[in-house]
């Protein structure tokens, strides 16, 4: 199954900042403006969430935890989502996952591979 690429995770101080970024890539034909793009996170024990999510549109939602401190962008012409993330805490711990739904056709629906986040002194 074909799954989108990250990078950008690792260990940061509580305070610091990451960016993730997430790359469609080219055996997903579909044009990458038509998806909605998304960022989850799993930490152990808990069920996977949403952190962010952008819209063709380029309308973007948050989750309550992170609003004011992470912001999702996209580049259509890199076929790139990107997660800015400051201000970390610990419980911004877990593994970050990228997601892409086809706004026509939710069945094109991939996932990446995930990256860990550790927020830790």
């Known amino acids: 199954q074909v799954r989108l690429v990250e990078s950008g995770g690792g260990l940061v101080q509580p305070g610091g900042s990451l960016k993730l970024s997430c790359v469609m890539p080219r055996a997903i034909t579909s044009t990458f403006n038509m998806y909605t793009m998304g960022w989850y996170r799993q930490a152990p024990g808990k069920q996977r969430e949403l952190v962010a999510s952008?819209?063709?549109?380029?309308?973007?939602h948050y989750t309550d935890s992170v609003r004011g401190r992470f912001t999702i962008s996209r580049d259509n012409s890199r076929k790139t989502v990107s997660l800015q993330m400051n201000f970390l805490k610990p419980e911004d711990t877990a593994v970050y996952y990228c997601n892409a739904e086809n706004d026509h056709d939710t069945s094109q629906n991939y996932w990446g591979q995930g990256t860990q986040v550790t927020v830790s002194s």
């Open positions: 952008i819209t063709s549109g380029r309308t973007s």
